[in-house]
């Protein structure tokens, strides 16, 4: 039946389908990605991934949430183990539309797509125009930040906050909201994200020290008091790891900005050029005061200044930090050796039971028995000092990360790489 000229149109035709998906899926590093359909299309949970989860974690089955019409932005240095888990909980807790990660390599992408369907992948240098790390880092853009950053990576913080906001100008067919997601977060159990109106709800964090540097550095920006909820003569402030952004007040935010400081700012010519320069000139120039920005804490205080009936606080979230990490209570070494760092549904859900401590205090799970997200700061585990985890990254990953090469991407102390992966 087969003649060696039908095996030959099979074979073309074969080949033009493999291509066509090859470069369907690298269309995805370009900044102006658009979904293949161009519209909403809600990518329904694997069964099979996600009964299970909900068999494990909540087993009285708390409703799952319809977030079908809402993308999530995850900015992060690179994938890690548990970022499989994090995927299928985001979707099987939410089911959010597209989730959108945008890495330092491009070469993180394809084991980031390989996860889920509704996984997006963007390179950092990709997403604004003309704003990548090396831009950032050129001579005369970041000179005190370089001085006096320590070990620290500013610049790669900087960058990231500019991603987290920015994505709103430059990503065509991103969300009318779009939740911003620290990579370190795993959402053990699903909560409401929006009022019954629509409108976006925040978290509140019991206020720290930190945002009076974010207040000087709001008003630097914008001419504006930092504004924070306060509840029963408690102060708090924005800065959850997460929060639901929605794009018109991130542009009109972005836009007001643009204004204030260069109208502030007449002689200053980086400022000129519109975000984020004009707040990363500012950054520059206050750095030295420690006076810093904070992309959630400062757009929280413009909702709420600016449109303060469009949002609602959530004062319950719970968290639970690394739990179990410490060699001997809260005082031993901060993590142990041999740990293991890829975390099972299984273990998740066990330690989203546990007893928190810092930020947010001695707490317990809130509602039902768990904490609503677990900080599980692999990064840390992996790259900080040395690589505290017995079990190793999943194959895919582990090459993808030897081809960029993993000491130059990782290790803090050593200049080029890395930015700290708390998000705030
Ligand atoms: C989620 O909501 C969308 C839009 O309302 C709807 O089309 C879809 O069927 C819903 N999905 C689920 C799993 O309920």
């Not at 985001?90 to 491009?106: A, D, E, G, P, S």
């Not at 990548?132 to 880092?137: D, G, I, R, V």
């Not at 029963?232 to 009109?252: D, H, I, Q, S, T």
């Not at 804490?297 to 930090?321: C, K, L, N, T």
Request: charged share 20%; hydrophobic share 35%.
């Amino acid at each position: 039946m087969f003649n060696k000229t039908n095996l030959l149109v099979v074979g073309i035709f074969l080949s033009i389908v493999l291509t066509f998906s090859e470069s369907a899926k690298s269309d995805f590093y370009l900044p102006t990605f658009v979904s293949q359909t161009g519209v909403t299309t809600a990518v329904r949970p694997n069964p099979d991934s996600t009964s299970e989860v909900r068999a494990l974690c909540e087993p009285s089955g708390i409703p799952q949430f319809n977030y079908s019409h809402v993308d999530v932005v995850v900015v992060m240095l690179s994938p890690v183990c548990v970022t499989q888990q994090t995927v299928k909980l985001l979707r099987f807790n939410f089911n959010f539309r597209n989730l959108i990660y945008v890495v330092k390599y491009k070469e993180f992408c394809p084991y980031l797509l390989s996860l889920d369907d509704s996984v997006r992948c963007l390179d950092e240098n990709d997403v604004l125009p003309g704003v990548s790390y090396k831009t950032l880092s050129a001579p005369g853009m970041s000179d005190n930040i370089k001085k006096l950053q320590g070990d620290n990576n500013r610049i790669g913080w900087y960058f990231q906050q500019y991603l987290k906001v920015g994505v709103a100008l430059t990503i065509p067919d991103l969300s009318d909201h779009y939740l911003i997601w620290d990579a370190d977060n795993i959402p053990i159990k699903p909560f409401e994200m929006f009022t019954e109106d629509g409108d976006a709800k925040f978290c509140a964090n019991p206020s720290s020290s930190k945002s009076r540097s974010y207040g000087r550095f709001y008003k630097h920006i914008t001419g504006r008091e930092l504004l924070h909820p306060e509840r029963k003569g408690k102060v708090y402030n924005f800065v959850c790891g997460y929060m639901m952004f929605y794009r018109p007040y991130v542009k009109e935010f972005l836009s007001f900005v643009d204004d204030y400081v260069q109208r502030n700012r007449p002689r200053d010519t980086l400022a000129k050029r519109g975000f984020p320069w004009s707040i990363h000139s500012v950054a520059e120039e206050l750095f030295p005061s420690g006076t810093m920005f904070s992309e959630y804490d400062s757009y929280g205080s413009w909702v709420m200044d600016m449109h303060p009936q469009e949002f609602a606080m959530d004062y319950h979230i719970s968290y639970v930090r690394n739990p179990t990490t410490r060699k001997s209570g809260a005082n031993g070494p901060e993590f142990k050796e041999g740990m293991h760092c890829c975390l099972t549904h299984k273990r998740i859900c066990a330690l989203g039971k546990e007893l928190s401590d810092s930020p947010h205090g001695k707490l317990g799970p809130t509602v039902g028995d768990h904490h609503h997200i677990l900080i599980w700061e692999e990064h840390k585990f992996r790259y900080r000092r040395k690589d505290y985890c017995a079990d190793p990254l999943p194959p895919k990953l582990a090459e993808a990360i030897h081809e960029v090469g993993t000491g130059m991407v990782f290790q803090n102390q050593k200049g080029r790489g890395s930015a700290p992966s708390d998000g705030t």
